[in-house]
């Protein structure tokens, strides 16, 4: 018995690392940027393939939000913080 407690609270411990190291970058409408500008900086800053970053674009602009990178909260961070001095909207979850 002793051994299933210990492996569940292993589990436990590891699901929530897991979920501790995941974030997104989402980015928010407005309307003050271009397409062709947030293009721009998706390619550039997210490293998007062209087609990538239209169709973010399209879906931040018609949804008015849209999930653009994930990763870990060190390496998204940098990048939230470029799009943000580049004038978008964008948040870390």
């Known amino acids: 018995m002793r051994f299933e407690e210990e492996w569940k609270g292993q589990e436990e411990t590891a699901v929530l690392e897991q979920q501790d190291s995941w974030h997104e970058i989402v980015l928010f409408n407005?309307?003050?940027n271009t397409f062709d500008w947030v293009i721009h900086c998706l390619i550039e800053i997210c490293e998007h393939s062209p087609e990538q970053a239209e169709q973010c674009a399209v879906i931040t602009h018609y949804k008015g939000k849209c999930a653009v990178k994930?990763?870990?909260?060190?390496?998204?961070e940098p990048r939230c913080s470029t799009l943000l001095e580049r004038g978008l909207s964008a948040e870390i979850n």
């Open 30 to 32: 407005d309307e003050v």
């Open 70 to 76: 994930s990763g870990s909260y060190a390496e998204l």
